[in-house]
């Protein structure tokens, strides 16, 4: 049963372009939503949360929009880089401090 | 600051044998957590701790233990490999009152 799902496996954008990576949840209780960043032979890196009382978070380049109704946020980067092409996971953060991480998606970004 | 450091980065086992997956933190976090990644699959929590002394199961805990008598290290037991945990080993930790997690860099682990 997956809580968090990315139903994009892969991205591809143009340098200078928006992308827009998604994600959708089930479970209403989740209170915190973060995007992790992976490169091959590396550990996630954290890029940006948002509470669940927001809708809502920026920093620099990068931009979270959740929509709880809809359960669903997406992160958004523009312009997005050569440098961004990385694994994106979106995670939700369940009680006990625990996160719940989706499969992950390729974004690729073209110069 | 070294953050979370883990070893080895790469170990090949044969059926039945055991290994340990070292982790240590130098952030003085309280939270430690294991998970692993399948390919194509996300993040899956293995084992966490709340603190030294204090451990409980994740998501896939059969065929792993873990202890914490530090609050710097989690190691990661594995007692008989089985080919299903070839897979890759990540040991993240998190401070109390934060809620992202940093994550070490990763043990890829063949088991034939």
């Known amino acids: 049963d997956q809580q968090v799902k990315q139903n994009s496996p892969s991205l591809s954008v143009q340098e200078g372009r928006i992308s827009i990576l998604n994600c959708d949840y089930t479970?209403?209780?989740?209170?915190?939503f973060l995007w992790y960043k992976k490169y091959p032979a590396e550990g996630p890196t954290f890029l940006i949360s948002?509470?669940?009382?927001?809708d809502k978070n920026e920093d620099g380049r990068f931009t979270v929009f959740l929509n709880k109704s809809a359960k669903h946020l997406s992160l958004h980067i523009v312009p997005s880089q050569p440098g961004d092409s990385a694994v994106y996971f979106c995670a939700a953060r369940s009680y006990g401090n625990k996160l719940v991480f989706g499969a992950g998606t390729i974004l690729r970004v073209k110069s | 600051n070294a953050g979370v450091t883990q070893t080895p980065k790469f170990r090949i086992l044969k059926i039945g044998q055991s290994m340990t997956l070292q982790c240590t933190q130098d952030?003085?976090?309280?939270?430690m957590y294991w998970y692993r990644q399948d390919p194509g699959m996300g993040l899956k929590l293995i084992y966490y701790?709340?603190?030294?002394?204090?451990?409980d199961k994740g998501e896939v805990p059969n065929g792993y233990n873990v202890s914490r008598s530090t609050t710097e290290d989690f190691p990661l037991r594995l007692e008989l490999a089985a080919p299903s945990q070839t897979s890759v080993y990540f040991c993240?930790?998190?401070?109390?009152?934060?809620?992202?997690?940093?994550f070490g860099p990763g043990t890829r682990l063949t088991v034939l």
């Open positions: 948002i509470s669940s009382i927001k």
């Open positions: 701790s709340v603190g030294a002394g204090i451990t």
């Open positions: 993240a930790s998190k401070d109390r009152g934060m809620h992202e997690q940093f």
């Open positions: 479970n209403s209780m989740f209170d915190y």
């Open positions: 952030m003085n976090h309280n939270y």
